[in-house]
């Protein structure tokens, strides 16, 4: 793999890093200026790599995923942090699952199939929020009692230790979950906040790489 690394590494608090010493969160931003919104279709170079993809992960490679040494690394850690990767399937199992079911990755929209991709790639998962609707850096930390996923007035009141990604405001995402409403890109968002979830095991370069491969289909797609 090779890529340029402009992510910076967000914030922990310090006792989420004691419990979960090799989680790391990396952050990176893509401006968007293409006519085309993020979340219409995607020009022919993305639908593409995607039927390579598609292409290259057939059968027993795409069922077998979870053998390798990165997918196998979020299922240790889903089990750590309490969820069984079984019944909640990790983001790359649950890319694997869609594409057996569907005969292949299908395309949705750019945005979407951009952080496909770079998902199936390495095996990182990528999320993206407005960056406008960012406030200060992004980190990961544990949730209080009721406290609201998003700063809109129907947020939901998130469960006290839940582990979150937020700003300096509020929680944006649920760890490896859904993003707050009224956080997520949309058709007029011009500059995109990335952030990909590292765990013990995975080698910073494939964070980096992840991120790199949205950032440049996004810029230069």
Do not use: K
Not at 17 to 29: A, I, K, S, W
Request: aromatic share 6%; charged share 20%; net charge negative.
């Amino acid at each position: 793999m090779s890529c340029s690394d402009d992510s910076t590494l967000g914030w922990c608090t310090p006792e989420v890093q004691d419990e979960l010493p090799g989680l790391r969160l990396l952050v990176d931003e893509a401006v968007y200026t293409r006519a085309q919104p993020l979340t219409g279709g995607s020009p022919p170079t993305v639908r593409e790599r995607l039927r390579e993809l598609s292409n290259r992960f057939r059968g027993a490679h795409a069922v077998n995923i979870r053998r390798d040494p990165v997918p196998a690394a979020y299922r240790v850690f889903y089990r750590h942090i309490g969820l069984e990767p079984d019944v909640v399937r990790t983001p790359i199992e649950a890319a694997m699952m869609e594409r057996m079911l569907s005969g292949g990755f299908l395309p949705r929209c750019l945005l979407e199939d951009v952080l496909l991709i770079a998902l199936v790639d390495t095996g990182v998962p990528v999320w993206a929020l407005d960056a406008e609707s960012v406030d200060g850096r992004l980190g990961i930390r544990a949730s209080s009692e009721g406290e609201p996923l998003g700063r809109r007035g129907d947020a939901l009141a998130l469960p006290g230790g839940r582990l979150v990604v937020a700003d300096s405001s509020s929680a944006l995402a649920v760890l490896f979950g859904e993003l707050a409403p009224g956080h997520q890109p949309s058709a007029g968002t011009g500059r995109v906040t990335l952030f990909a979830v590292q765990v013990e095991g995975v080698p910073t370069l494939y964070a980096q790489e992840a991120l790199w491969t949205c950032r440049t289909a996004l810029e230069h797609s």
